[in-house]
């Protein structure tokens, strides 16, 4: 099935360590993105990427790293210096034509991580 | 991107349509309205999207107002698994792909 997919579903760490989020998509799709959920709020964009080897901070990147090797492939780390990093963390990715008003995104099931 | 808002929540009884508003009284006029809705603890899914003409999928029906400063996503028929936060978005075709996420409206759908 084509789809996007984040593991682990739950994640504990203890504070002080770095932690990698894996985001992988079959979709053959150029965009992704991260972002990040508190509870009782809306999404906020961390990093998202339109393309292979090119990306760029959202609204709140600052503690927070990202590749794209792979267009399959968008791994978030979550660094020490992240001050709150405990949060439901998405993925998502949409393709389509650049001005295409038909752009939806499709989301990963989520990432909740714990920072203990 | 023009600013959303939405009812904090609503509610609606079971097998009724759900009228879901937004205001979006800034909104420019290459601008689309996005609707999406994310079930407790998932991803958001999207719905369905609009310019200036009603729309209709197998999901819901957006009616985008005359002035383009208000829309009603429309559940028709409501049932239990709708029960979700409705997020309604204003973006431009061309930037699309950088949603700007509101609080949304926690739609429960009772039995």
């Known amino acids: 099935d084509g789809g996007i997919t984040q593991s682990p579903k739950y994640l504990f760490r203890k504070e002080g360590q770095n932690v990698t989020l894996s985001c992988e998509q079959n979709l053959n799709h150029d965009a992704m993105y991260w972002y990040r959920q508190d509870p009782g709020q809306g999404l906020r964009l961390i990093y998202y990427s339109q393309i292979v080897n090119d990306f760029q901070k959202g609204d709140i990147a600052e503690g927070y790293s990202v590749s794209r090797e792979k267009k399959e492939s968008f791994p978030l780390t979550v660094t020490s210096a992240q001050k709150n990093p405990t949060a439901f963390y998405l993925c998502?990715?949409?393709?389509?034509?650049?001005?295409?008003?038909?752009?939806?995104?499709?989301f990963g099931p989520g990432t909740r991580l714990t920072v203990l | 991107d023009a600013k959303t808002t939405q009812p904090t929540s609503m509610d609606c009884a079971e097998g009724r349509a759900a009228n879901l508003p937004c205001n979006h009284s800034?909104?420019?006029?290459?601008?689309?309205v996005y609707w999406y809705r994310q079930i407790h603890s998932q991803g958001p899914q999207y719905i369905i999207h609009g310019l200036k003409n009603n729309e209709t999928n197998e999901m819901a029906s957006l009616i985008i107002t005359e002035d383009r400063k208000s829309s009603t996503l429309i559940l028709p028929h409501a049932t239990l698994r709708d029960t979700a936060v409705y997020y309604c978005i204003a973006a431009n075709a061309g930037n699309n792909r950088k949603l700007i996420w509101g609080l949304g409206t926690s739609l429960a759908v009772n039995p």
């Open positions: 800034t909104i420019s006029g290459n601008e689309y």
């Open positions: 998502a990715s949409s393709g389509g034509a650049p001005l295409s008003s038909y752009n939806e995104q499709f």
